[in-house]
């Protein structure tokens, strides 16, 4: 059996996935992680989503093996390196330029997502000379006191000690339903002097929310938020650090929505290879920051430049990669949809976008009783939601058909269990 006696005598009781995860993983390749006894486990959280391109993918690792053997520059403040002026070139070539967005530039904040929201919310400030900001019910934009301030989950806000100012919360796209016009809703406030809503500098979204739950916005919803963004003299900042890198089938989650935010965040998968890396892509206009007047320490991390690079120059190409993305996640989804028919067709629902999707439960005690069950029979998964009631795929996004039918079977016999065990359980 597995001992545990090091991390739980020597770590902090902040650990958490842990806990889901009672096992010590020693290996992982594509999309499957290795135990140190040996037990295979089909990875659907790939590291809350960091790992699109799955573990150890063998075109990114020989890039970065190659640049180590060579001696390459693995941190470089800020500095110039070759490194860097590669991945800037990749980037806007492959990724910026084709997507329209080839004015805009690139800031390296330090290597977390947060890291990224923080540099956003500050420049936005700056620039507009605002206070303060929207953020929708339920976002989730990271840990740190600014990004905190404009995350929802009450776990995370309650852990701040300090209080979590110049932000107002408003409703996401279909937070009251479909049939409430919660752009209407923010333009009268936003437009009435005295309803008390100082006028924002930007508003920050998720075009999919991951923590949240798997909710979603529409392209209107989107085109209507940036209506109003541009009536308010707001900015729009995507942050794209979950749901961007090819998560819903394209690079950029709002991709063919017809909107062009003027901030956009990015890390989670953005290295390729699980490295920390994040980045604001913002318009030229915007980049009104003095030398060094938000810096830190890990803004250069070469090695994450070299795979970020490599992964763009080989899956982003040609369509060929988002096509697969897409079909991926059609698969998913339908298998989904056959497992709420079969075990609760009038208590689950299939929610989220591309290889972002889940299943609503009834409530997180039953969420988390499948993540267990399905756990147990070889697949990784965890929940999201403001109730922590979604059980959510984050597949990488190379995982093959195979892999995906093994998961889907043993998710559908963790449903098949719990469910069942639920409703005994109200009967009696
Ligand atoms: C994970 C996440 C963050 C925070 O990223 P960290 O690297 O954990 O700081 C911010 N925004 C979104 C949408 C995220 O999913």
């Not at 806007?92 to 923080?118: A, C, K, M, W």
Request: glycine share 10%.
């Amino acid at each position: 059996m597995n001992n545990f006696e090091q991390f739980e005598k020597h770590e902090s009781g902040i650990r958490s996935y842990c806990r889901s995860f009672p096992v010590i993983f020693k290996q992982a390749r594509g999309a499957e992680l290795i135990t140190s006894e040996g037990k295979h486990y089909i990875d659907f959280l790939a590291g809350a989503g960091t790992l699109n391109y799955g573990h150890n993918h063998p075109v990114l690792k020989q890039a970065l093996i190659d640049y180590i053997s060579d001696d390459g520059i693995t941190h470089g403040l800020d500095m110039y390196s070759g490194a860097k002026e590669n991945f800037l070139e990749v980037f806007h070539r492959v990724i910026l330029e084709p997507r329209g967005f080839g004015d805009y530039v690139t800031q390296f904040s330090g290597p977390t997502g947060t890291n990224s929201v923080e540099a956003a919310l500050k420049l936005a400030r700056k620039v507009t000379g605002r206070n303060n900001v929207i953020s929708f019910t339920n976002g989730f934009h990271g840990c740190s006191i600014g990004a905190l301030a404009v995350t929802g989950n009450q776990h995370h806000r309650g852990a701040a000690g300090v209080a979590l100012t110049d932000v107002s919360r408003m409703p996401y796209a279909n937070y009251f339903g479909e049939s409430a016009n919660t752009i209407a809703m923010m333009d009268k406030m936003l437009s009435d002097p005295s309803s008390g809503i100082d006028k924002p500098a930007a508003v920050i979204v998720e075009v999919v929310q991951g923590e949240g739950g798997l909710n979603t916005a529409s392209a209107e919803w989107m085109r209507k938020l940036q209506k109003l963004c541009r009536k308010h003299g707001m900015l729009m900042i995507a942050d794209d650090i979950q749901a961007g890198c090819g998560r819903t089938g394209s690079f950029f989650s709002f991709e063919g929505m017809g909107i062009q935010p003027d901030i956009i965040t990015l890390s989670k998968s953005l290295s390729g290879y699980g490295l920390p890396f994040a980045v604001v892509v913002m318009r030229r206009e915007l980049d009104q920051w003095e030398p060094g007047e938000h810096n830190g320490t890990f803004r250069g991390n070469n090695l994450a430049f070299v795979t970020a690079a490599a992964a763009m120059e080989h899956f982003w190409t040609t369509d060929e990669f988002a096509k697969s993305v897409q079909a991926k996640g059609k698969m998913v989804k339908e298998r989904m949809q056959k497992i709420v028919r079969k075990h609760g067709p009038d208590s689950l629902f299939v929610k989220g976008r591309g290889m972002m999707v889940g299943i609503s439960c009834p409530n997180g005690e039953i969420a988390s009783a499948i993540c267990q069950e399905s756990f147990q029979h070889g697949l990784v998964i965890e929940t999201s939601g403001n109730h922590s009631q979604v059980v959510k795929c984050l597949a990488p996004l190379i995982i093959t058909e195979e892999q995906i039918d093994q998961a889907m079977t043993i998710l559908d016999a963790a449903f098949a269990k719990v469910m069942k065990e639920d409703s005994a359980e109200q009967a009696s």
